[in-house]
């Protein structure tokens, strides 16, 4: 059983930038592919950015690219979400998530494990 724990989360001026974090205990995050989510008040919860681990593939949705840049650290044991430039709709609640038999980035159905989230607010 995988626990996923984000940090990182907090409040930031429009244009600024934060690192999110996703530490793992209980498997290596390294057999997995990890993605960030989020989640704004009274939305779905939406894909952000993942990462295959085993061939380092990266994907993002098209309203980060450019801005937000998606890392892992093996020894660590976390994935990171470095967020650069960061603008009032990307408030929300970001998750972790991890899945073994993920065929699709965004499908949100693919990843066995989830994080508890953090908040971030972005403020102009």
């Known amino acids: 059983q995988v626990q996923l724990v984000e940090s990182g989360g907090g409040l930031v001026q429009a244009g600024g930038s934060l690192t999110l974090s996703c530490a793992a205990s209980?498997?290596?995050?390294?057999?997995?592919?990890t993605a960030w989510f989020r989640q704004a008040p009274g939305k779905e919860r939406e894909f952000v950015a993942g990462?295959?681990?085993?061939?380092?593939?990266?994907y993002y949705t098209n309203s980060v690219k450019d801005r937000f840049t998606i890392s892992g650290d093996n020894a660590k044991n976390t994935v990171y979400l470095r967020m650069a430039r960061l603008e009032l709709e990307d408030t929300a609640d970001y998750f972790c998530a991890a899945g073994t038999s993920v065929m699709s980035f965004p499908a949100r159905g693919s990843y066995d494990y989830w994080g508890q989230g953090t908040q971030v607010t972005v403020s102009s």
């Open positions: 990462i295959n681990w085993v061939n380092g593939h990266t």
């Open positions: 209980g498997g290596a995050l390294s057999y997995y592919v």
